[in-house]
């Protein structure tokens, strides 16, 4: 049985506020404290920058260390118990320490000191569990959500590219490198944009299935979860758009009925992207999958395929595999 993924762990609460809302962040210069940004259904006000930060996941800590914010932190938590650092990553962290291998406790929170906790719904966090914006606000330890994770507590829009770049933008803000963040975000934004105009037109639809994790059920993104964000960027569909969830299980059946062209493979933990091509291959009820049929499979690290600096190089990898797929 394939390991269950991290954010496979909890339900979604939604509730009623409406994300225009959320994705509204008060007005303030780069220098200008007291800063207040939106956090999924809060706004969360910051007296200065914070000096002892801890990022949970890769995807997010990478985000830290895209904005240069080492020295802003005092360690990560949440990678080794599922993934591996690659070496990119294990230099740019540099001496930080890993603090939790999976989720923190408000102990491990506490022990390290830390002031700020940038972490998401099932990305370090779970609805009703000990670690949560209100668990630690008597502890001082202030909390910024993962955008595209409010979907777990609250409404809002379908996931696009702007979920990552709105993340970047308000850590920006929250630690006074605001001008930074925006020439990061603008740069994506141009690469993506220049990628895009680049790219030959599609000569027929293609449908894209994102494969997690799992065997009896797979693992897979709705169209909340931030791989349907880049298929849509690559020019394709998710099959499984239709489903109002981020990242979620659903029958193989559907997967089989929605016939995709492409799979894309998510690549962590103990099971190989290898093995993954290899059940989906041998398994007799796939053989008719035009993706299997075709051989059309495509590998996202999980870094890739959650939100963070390494979305744009996704685009890239997963037009290429969709044009192949025509």
């Excluded at 995807?59 to 914010?69: P, V």
């Excluded at 299935?209 to 993104?221: C, I, K």
Aim: aromatic share 8%; hydrophobic share 40%.
């Amino acid at each position: 049985m394939t390991k269950t993924h991290p954010k496979n762990i909890c339900s979604n609460a939604l509730i009623s506020t409406s994300f225009s809302l959320a994705l509204f962040s008060l007005p303030a210069q780069a220098h200008d404290y007291p800063v207040t940004v939106q956090s999924c259904d809060r706004q969360v006000t910051f007296e200065q920058a914070p000096k002892a930060a801890v990022s949970n996941d890769v995807n997010l800590t990478e985000m830290m260390l895209a904005l240069k914010l080492q020295d802003h932190m005092v360690g990560f938590t949440g990678v080794s118990g599922w993934k591996t650092l690659d070496p990119k990553l294990r230099k740019d962290i540099g001496q930080l320490p890993e603090l939790s291998a999976k989720y923190p406790t408000k102990e491990v929170l506490l022990g390290a000191d830390a002031d700020f906790y940038f972490a998401g719904w099932n990305y370090g966090m779970r609805v009703g569990g000990g670690v949560t914006p209100q668990t630690l606000a008597p502890l001082g330890i202030k909390v910024y959500e993962l955008t595209e994770s409010c979907i777990h507590i609250m409404d809002k829009p379908k996931v696009s590219m702007k979920d990552m770049y709105l993340d970047l933008l308000n850590l920006g803000r929250i630690f006074n490198v605001e001008e930074r963040a925006k020439e990061l975000v603008s740069n994506y934004q141009e690469e993506l944009a220049d990628f895009q105009a680049s790219l030959p037109p599609l000569t027929k639809p293609i449908k894209a299935f994102v494969y997690d994790s799992g065997e009896e059920q797979p693992f897979t993104s709705g169209r909340f979860g931030m791989p349907s964000a880049l298929i849509q960027a690559a020019g394709g569909d998710n099959i499984l758009d239709d489903v109002a969830k981020s990242w979620t299980q659903v029958g193989w059946e559907s997967v089989i009925d929605r016939a995709p062209d492409v799979i894309i493979i998510v690549n962590y933990g103990q099971v190989t992207a290898e093995q993954k091509i290899q059940f989906m291959r041998s398994n007799p009820a796939f053989k008719n999958i035009p993706a299997v049929k075709n051989n059309q499979f495509v590998v996202l690290e999980y870094v890739e395929a959650t939100p963070g600096p390494r979305n744009i190089d996704a685009v890239k990898r997963l037009a290429k595999a969709f044009r192949a797929a025509q």
